[in-house]
């Protein structure tokens, strides 16, 4: 079958049902989102299908037919980072780390359609994300950032 | 400040009798400096100047031996090297080095010794040598119990200091010039015309002298780095997806294995078919290892779904196959058989607990650690031994286990240690490490990488420790007269060494860990540890005996206080004993505005704990909701001696709050038929980002010594918390997880 990454195409001979996750980790070797959980508890494999947020790790390959997929490696990369990303950065939110990159996607995908969110709506849209390193007063922060700095851009 | 070499024999050359009052206890051996790791396998024109600085032609190296499974301690090293060594911070490469006894942890051992963390008597720092001396030997090179900040805090800037200073006396004999008239900046030495030297290009030639020991460190009014916000040397890549974690490396023909153990810990496999799993698209092998088997296939999800078809009939568990029948067993330890020991005893409490008194019973589940990356390790064995990726606190004993496992000498295992995705504890156990190596040694020479599903993750972890403690106090003219508190769990110690074939001489402080030190000066007090059979396997977990102990004392003594109808804030004051806990009390009141009306439905709740050398304060406040509490706000004050990062700090303060603070709502590990009855998340999920309060934050140092900040945010989370639903509402919980008693938002 062939799968649209971050803009390039792969073509992979796979099982319908193998979750996304599990193709781009270890057929793809894109290793920006992460396993986690599994079960769609904790958000650490979250991608972009056709822009929406989504949890790899529930989404099996063959019912992606040719969506693009975009992953944290297709989001930005160090040198050219998405405003997202630069709030992050700038917020200093990581610990670990290991459930950030599914949070950048998730507050990304988030901000396109709300882009003047409210802090109930950061709130709720962001609670399906666990951190167990416990960053979540700087994601509340970072996302509100990024929301400004994409309202001025 | 002190110069290097006073530094060096008080740090990292620590177990010299001729420092610390000439008590050697025996231990000349230990006394004996490491031999330096990076000599040895340097190449002419290389100059090592101890074993955290590394510099040649092509660049600096630093040598960063502390784990990072993410409180920011890989870049704290780099920072603390970079502020004597005058390099920025992304002008040199870090690594986590090769495991070496070089590396030993100096803070770990001071605290692995049951003296509280404060007591600078003879008799603890003689103790302390003697503990630090048994680590060199072990040549523990462990990260945990909030140790690495305080280990490395002098080690690293002398090192970086030395060779500083031995590249300056390198240009001074190159250019003819004093040393004197050379200055530092960038990674490179400047002459006073202003000619620029590399420090990669004076690299040969500081080899070739001595180095340069007798250096004074820095007085902080000087600091460029330590003490100010810095960005951490991890974050870009970890906002953008690039950083690699242990089950992010791939190695060419590497194979994927899962597993499946007896949930019944420690249990046996009697009988199993593998027909199924074997017929499964990409299965290669299914092998057996200790407990249960591997399924080793071409991906990850098809050993998980092969793991699943495995057909098996397990053995019964070596522990209490019912949860009541832990608890009963925690009960029934409050006897003289199983008393620990007595740690304090002031005054003569049962004279004065025959009048009125007030008892109270509390309890605290096993919880497990489960951070976001399940465990996992890469292994290849064949003949000249094995190579281990993978991230862990400690290191030498990776090499040790896999050596027993694959048939070799520890010197035949190298270790490649990796960022890791939170541990809590959890990366300070070797299963996954020596299943892998059982499975690596089974297919010689191909690389496996086991990871384990979350599902198998909560069936393996060995939890927090259970326990219960039983208080009793009395109150005389509105204050507290009197105290006794009773602990008794089992020993995470015990369990923890046992499963690395070291045992625990004498009584497990944990039990009791901040209790029995607590700095007030009651009239009579007496607190005593008593240990548990052992029940399920558990471990070390965040802030270990103090994330019970802390509960079970902060707790009951807001119920003292409440009896004698004094105030919490102001009877801690009246009561407490040392300058620096009174100072990070004073601070959280006037952080909270302790005294202030709330208004009604609302409630505040303090509570103050000390754990590896940190007093933390924390005041929260809550709004009973018609649907339940929610908490509002935290305050936070915590003296680490020294805020190396203000930024990282924060962070860390409020992680631990929130660790503290989820799991005391909601996660606890309950047993029934011999296994764990929570598998995912959503059965022990601890905070998210809808239930966090907002969280103040303030770093004290007034401290003498520096400290680590991971832990100690943790232990007060709870009791301030039930503290404060007692003010709103009237109820009392005593016992752990709080949503068995109350609801919450």
């Known amino acids: ?153 | 400040m002190g110069r290097t070499r006073t530094i060096a024999r008080r740090s990292f050359l620590i177990g010299s009798a001729a420092v610390l009052g000439g008590v050697a206890f025996g231990t000349y051996l230990a006394v004996k400096p490491s031999e330096n790791p990076l000599t040895e396998s340097l190449a002419e024109g290389e100059a090592a100047f101890n074993p955290f600085v590394k510099i040649t032609e092509q660049g600096i190296t630093l040598i960063a031996p502390h784990a990072d499974s993410g409180q920011g301690v890989h870049s704290m090293q780099t920072a603390l090297i970079a502020e004597e060594l005058d390099i920025a911070l992304d002008q040199a490469e870090v690594s986590f080095g090769a495991p070496d006894p070089a590396y030993y942890n100096t803070a770990m051992a001071n605290d692995a010794v049951p003296f509280a963390a404060f007591d600078e008597g003879l008799a603890a720092r003689s103790m302390r040598v003697v503990a630090s001396s048994a680590f060199k030997i072990l040549g523990v090179q462990g990260t945990g119990g909030s140790s690495s900040t305080p280990d490395q805090y002098d080690k690293l800037r002398a090192a970086g200091a030395m060779a500083r200073e031995t590249l300056k006396a390198a240009a001074a004999r190159r250019t003819g010039l004093p040393a004197e008239q050379l200055k530092t900046e960038n990674g490179r030495v400047i002459t006073p015309t202003g000619e620029a030297i590399p420090y990669t290009a004076l690299a040969a030639e500081a080899a070739q002298i001595p180095p340069v020991t007798d250096t004074p460190l820095r007085d902080p009014a000087e600091w460029r780095l330590i003490g100010k916000p810095m960005q951490r040397t991890d974050i870009v890549a970890k906002s953008t997806g690039t950083l690699p974690y242990g089950i992010d490396i791939s190695l060419p023909d590497m194979l994927h294995a899962a597993v499946r153990i007896n949930p019944r810990q420690g249990g046996e496999l009697l009988d199993f078919d593998a027909a199924k799993a074997e017929a499964m698209r990409g299965v290669k092998a299914v092998l057996p290892v200790t407990g249960g088997l591997a399924v080793v296939a071409d991906n990850t999800w098809r050993a998980f779904k092969a793991a699943e078809a495995l057909e098996v009939t397990w053995g019964p568990a070596p522990y209490p196959a019912e949860q009541a029948e832990h608890w009963e067993a925690v009960a029934n330890s409050f006897t003289p058989e199983r008393l620990n020991t007595t740690w304090r005893d002031d005054g003569d409490v049962d004279t004065a607990h025959q009048g009125e008194v007030i008892t109270a019973e509390y309890r605290a589940p096993y919880v497990a650690h489960q951070p976001l990356e399940p465990l996992g390790a890469i292994i290849r064995a064949d003949a000249n031994g094995a190579e281990v990726w993978s991230g862990h606190q400690l290191p030498r004993f990776v090499q040790m286990q896999v050596a027993a496992k694959v048939g070799c000498e520890m010197e035949q295992v190298t270790f490649h240690n990796q960022f890791i995705g939170g541990s809590f504890g959890h990366r300070l156990e070797f299963d996954v490490i020596t299943l892998a190596a059982e499975i690596a040694a089974q297919l010689p020479g191909v690389p496996i990488k086991l990871t384990f599903s979350r599902e198998e993750d909560f069936a393996q972890d060995y939890p927090r420790q259970i326990g219960m403690a039983r208080s009793t106090g009395s109150v005389k003219d509105g204050r507290v007269e009197s105290w006794a508190l009773d602990i008794a769990t089992v020993s995470s110690s015990v369990s923890q060494m046992g499963r690395m074939g070291l045992s625990l001489s004498g009584p497990d402080a944990q039990i009791v860990a901040g209790a029995w030190n607590m700095p007030f000066a009651l009239p009579h007090l007496r607190v005593r540890g008593y240990i548990v059979p052992e029940l399920a396997p558990t471990s070390s977990w965040r802030s270990v005996g103090a994330s019970t102990s802390g509960f079970f004392a902060e707790g009951f003594f807001d119920e003292l206080i409440h009896a004698a109808g004094a105030d919490p804030l102001e009877e801690r004051l009246r009561l407490v004993t040392r300058p620096v806990h009174r100072q990070v009390l004073e601070a959280i009141g006037e952080m909270s505005n302790w005294g202030s009306d709330l208004g009604a439905g609302r409630g505040r709740g303090l509570a103050m704990f000390e754990s590896f050398g940190v007093p933390v304060a924390e005041v929260v406040e809550v709004t009973d909701t018609p649907a339940g509490i929610r908490i509002d706000k935290v305050f936070v004050a915590a003296d680490v001696g020294r805020v190396v990062d203000p930024v990282n700090f924060e962070n860390l303060v409020q992680g631990g709050v929130i660790w503290g603070l989820g799991h005391a709502i909601n996660s606890e590990i309950t047993y029934a038929d011999g296994k764990a009855e929570q598998s995912n998340y959503h059965m022990a999920e601890g905070m998210r980002l809808y239930q966090t309060p907002q969280i103040e934050v303030r770093g004290l140092e007034n401290g003498s010594h520096v400290r680590g900040i991971g832990e100690p945010p943790v232990p007060p989370a709870a009791p301030a918390l039930a503290n404060a639903i007692f003010a709103a509402t009237g109820t009392r919980l005593r016992e752990m997880p709080f949503y068995k008693h109350i609801n919450f938002v």
């Open chain 1, 1 to 153: 079958m062939e799968l649209s990454v971050n803009g390039t195409s792969y073509s992979l001979d796979v099982e319908e049902d193998m979750p996304l996750l599990w193709a781009l980790r270890d057929e793809l070797g894109i290793t920006g989102p992460k396993y986690g959980c599994g079960i769609a508890q904790c958000g650490a494999c979250t991608v972009h299908i056709d822009g929406q947020a989504v949890r790899s790790c529930q989404m099996p390959v063959g019912d992606i037919g040719n969506a693009e997929i975009t992953t944290i490696e297709g989001l930005g990369t160090p040198e050219a980072m998405h405003a997202v990303q630069q709030a992050w950065v700038d917020h200093q939110v990581a610990q670990c780390g290991y459930c950030q990159s599914g949070q950048i996607m998730q507050a990304a995908a988030f901000l396109e359609t709300h882009p003047e969110p409210s802090d109930e709506d950061i709130d709720r849209a962001m609670s399906s994300n666990l951190c167990r390193c416990g960053t979540y007063p700087r994601i509340r922060a970072a996302v509100k950032t990024a929301a400004a700095k994409l309202q001025g851009a």
